[in-house]
C-alpha cells in the first residue's frame, strides 16, 4: 500500500517499506553511520521467516534499507535468526544472536563480517562452529535467548548476559569468554527473580550519577561515579521494566538498590505504553545513551495483511539517570529539529475549568507538541485509594477525561474528530493530581476507548504515577509526537513514557484529525507554555533509495 493510501503509515518513525518488524537488534555507530538491525520477516507482514533486517542513517532520523544482514540458512539458525546484539572486539563489530536450530532447541550463534573494509557491514559469514552457547543442564531450550551487549573486564574476559527459563524461574545468566568465541556459563546469574517466567532482551548498561551523557559498556573506565541499569522484557506481561543498581565486576553480580522487592509490579517501566524488546547502544559520535524499542500493532491480523506491514519502533530516545539516581529520564534525540517546520507557539495562557482550545494552523497528523501547564495550589486534588500505585492502569480504566476532577483531567486531545459528535474519536494523553497518604502525586492516562471506531482494535487504558515531585513544582509537561497512527509521550520532562497505536478512521475519509489542549477539572490550570510543530516526512526505509550506499560504491 502506497503511504498516499494508507493513513497507518507513519512519516517520521522507523519502519521497513513492507512486511513484518519487532525488536531491535544491534544499534551502533560505525565510522560516520548509525546501523540499525532489527527482527524482520522479508516475506510478508507477520511473525515468521525472522532474519535480520538492516538499514544505515548519517543523522538517525532518514534511512536507507540495505538487504538482510542474517537471514535463516544454516542448521543451526534454520528455524530462525532472533534477537541479539552487535559488540565491538578489538574494534571490529561482532554480532550474538539467538536462533532456534534444527534440534528445535534456542542456541547462541556468532557471525563477522565478511569484508572488513566495508563500512556498510553489509554482508556477515557465520563460522560453521556455531552454535557458541547451548541450553544445558537446567536451562529450558525453549527460553535461552537475546544475548546482550558484550563487555570486557579488567580480568580480560568478555561478558554477555542471556535471557533464560530455569525451573520456572528467570534468569539473566552471565556468559565469559577470553576471546569471544568460547564461551563458559559463570556459576551465578546476573540477576533471577522466583517470580518471573521469562526475562526476554537484556540490556545492561552503566549510566552516569553527574552526567547525562551516556557510558560505553567497558567497566575499566567506568569507575566511580556511575550506576548501572538492568533492562528486561517480560513475556508475561508483554512490558519493560528496568533495575537500577550497582554491579560488582569483582563478584559479576548485580546489586539492585535498596527498595526493589522481587516484584516486577513495583518495578519502573521503559514506557507504560504499548513497546517491547527495548535495546539501547552508546553513541560515541555525541556521546550519549540512544534507546530503541518495537512498538507492535494493536489493529487485527486482518489489517496488518491488507496493508503489507506491521510493526515500528519508537522515535530514538537519549537516555540517562535522573538526579535522584532512581529514574531514568528519556527524551526523543536532539535531531527531530530537524523535521520541524511551521510553528505555533502559546504563553501564559489560562485554561480556564471545562476549556477545549484547539491548536490550529498546522498539520495535526505529523506533530512534535511540548507543554508546561502550571498549577495555581494543590489544595483541590481529590483524595486516592493507595491500592492504585501497584495498578494504575486500573484507575485509567476507571477514569475519562471528560470527568470533572479535582485538578485536572488536563492535557491534551490527539487525533481527535467530531468531539461528542457523531462521528467522534480521540485521543486523550492527561493528567490528574491526587493525594495519597498525604503525599500529593501526578498521575498520567491514556485510554484508547475512543481512539478508533475501526473494528479489531485492542483499546487498553495505560496509567502511571510520574516521578516528579508536584508539590515542590507545581509544574508538569508533556510531550508528545503524533504521527499517523502512533502517539508517543514523554511526561514530567521524560521520567514516564506512554506509547500508543491508534488507528483513527476519519482521518481515512478525510476528516480533520484535531489537536486540543484541555482542562476538565474544577481549578484554572495555566499553560507556561506549548510550542507545536507541523512535522516534515522523513525518507524512510523508501524502496530501491540509495542516498545514502551510493557515496561508497
Ligand atoms: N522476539 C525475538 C526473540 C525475543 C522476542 C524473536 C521478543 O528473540 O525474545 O523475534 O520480542
Same mark, same amino acid.
Given at each position: 500500500?502506497?503511504?498516499?493510501?494508507?493513513?497507518?503509515?507513519?512519516?517520521f518513525h522507523f519502519q521497513p517499506s513492507k512486511n513484518w518488524l519487532n525488536d531491535p537488534c544491534g544499534p551502533l555507530y560505525y565510522k560516520g553511520l548509525y546501523h540499525f538491525f532489527y527482527q524482520y520477516n522479508p516475506k510478508g507482514p507477520l511473525w515468521g521467516n525472522i532474519a535480520w533486517g538492516h538499514s544505515v542513517s548519517t543523522d538517525l532520523v532518514n534511512w536507507e534499507a540495505l538487504d538482510v544482514a542474517l537471514d535463516c540458512t544454516d542448521p543451526f539458525d534454520i528455524n530462525g535468526c532472533f534477537t541479539g546484539s552487535v559488540t565491538f572486539v578489538a574494534g571490529e563489530p561482532v554480532i550474538l544472536y539467538t536462533s532456534y536450530d534444527d534440534k528445535k532447541r534456542q542456541v547462541q550463534n556468532i557471525a563477522f563480517r565478511k569484508n572488513v573494509s566495508d563500512p556498510l557491514l553489509r554482508e556477515w559469514t557465520k563460522p560453521g562452529y556455531n552454535p557458541i552457547m547451548l541450553p544445558e543442564g537446567d536451562i529450558d531450550p525453549a527460553n535461552f535467548r537475546d544475548p546482550s551487549t558484550g563487555w570486557f573486564g579488567q580480568d580480560g574476559y568478555w561478558r554477555a548476559a542471556v535471557g533464560a527459563n530455569l525451573e520456572g524461574r528467570a534468569e539473566i545468566l552471565l556468559y565469559k569468554s577470553l576471546n569471544f568465541v568460547n564461551w563458559e556459563r559463570n556459576e551465578f546469574p546476573l540477576h533471577k527473580s522466583q517470580n518471573c517466567g521469562m526475562w526476554e532482551c537484556p540490556d545492561f548498561f552503566p549510566v552516569s550519577l553527574s552526567s547525562k551523557d551516556g557510558l560505553d559498556l567497558d567497566p575499566s573506565v567506568n569507575t566511580g561515579n556511575i550506576k548501572h541499569v538492568l533492562k528486561v522484557s517480560l513475556a508475561e506481561t508483554f512490558q519493560d521494566y528496568y533495575l537500577v543498581g550497582m554491579y560488582d565486576e569483582k563478584k559479576d553480580v548485580f546489586v539492585p538498590d535498596e527498595g526493589y522487592e522481587d516484584d516486577y509490579k513495583t518495578w519502573p517501566m521503559i514506557d507504560y505504553g504499548h513497546i517491547y524488546a527495548s535495546k539501547s547502544f552508546f553513541d560515541g559520535k555525541k556521546n550519549r545513551r540512544i534507546l530503541w524499542a518495537w512498538v507492535n500493532e494493536s489493529d487485527s491480523v486482518a489489517d496488518d495483511v491488507k496493508r503489507g506491514w506491521s510493526g515500528i519502533q519508537t522515535f530514538p530516545r537519549a537516555i540517562w539517570l535522573d538526579t535522584d539516581?532512581?529514574?531514568?529520564?528519556?527524551?526523543?534525540?536532539e535531531e527531530i $529539529?530537524?523535521?520541524?517546520?511551521?510553528?505555533v507557539q502559546l504563553c501564559d495562557f489560562q485554561l480556564q475549568s471545562g476549556a477545549r482550545y484547539e491548536i490550529s494552523g498546522i498539520l495535526t497528523s505529523q506533530v512534535d507538541i511540548e507543554v508546561e501547564f502550571e498549577l495555581q495550589s494543590l489544595e483541590g486534588a481529590e483524595s486516592l485509594d493507595n491500592s492504585y500505585l501497584?495498578?494504575?492502569? $486500573?484507575?485509567?480504566?476507571?477514569?475519562t477525561p471528560f470527568d470533572k476532577g479535582g485538578i485536572g483531567p488536563f492535557g491534551l486531545f490527539v487525533l481527535s474528530s467530531d468531539i461528542n459528535g457523531a462521528q467522534e474519536e480521540h485521543t486523550a494523553i492527561y493528567f490528574r493530581i491526587y493525594k495519597i497518604s498525604d503525599r500529593y502525586m501526578a498521575f498520567m492516562c491514556s485510554d484508547l476507548k475512543s481512539s478508533s471506531r475501526r473494528e479489531g482494535v485492542t483499546k487498553p487504558a495505560y496509567g502511571a504515577f510520574v516521578g516528579v515531585d508536584i508539590s515542590k513544582d507545581k509544574r508538569i509537561s508533556l510531550r508528545t509526537l503524533i504521527d499517523h497512527s502512533v502517539v508517543e509521550s514523554y511526561g514530567g520532562g521524560g521520567r514516564t513514557c506512554m506509547t500508543l497505536r491508534v488507528y483513527p478512521k476519519h482521518v481515512l475519509t478525510g476528516q480533520t484529525s484535531g489537536l486540543y489542549v484541555f482542562n476538565h477539572g474544577s481549578q484554572e490550570v495555566k499553560i507556561r507554555e506549548l510550542n507545536a510543530w507541523e512535522m516534515a516526512k522523513a525518507r524512510v526505509n523508501i524502496e530501491n533509495d540509495d542516498f545514502i550506499s551510493k557515496e561508497y560504491i
Open positions: 500500500m502506497a503511504n498516499e493510501i494508507d493513513p497507518d503509515r507513519t512519516a539516581a532512581k529514574q531514568l529520564i528519556q527524551w526523543p534525540i $529539529k530537524s523535521l520541524r517546520k511551521k510553528q501497584l495498578d494504575p492502569s $486500573k484507575l485509567c480504566d476507571e477514569i
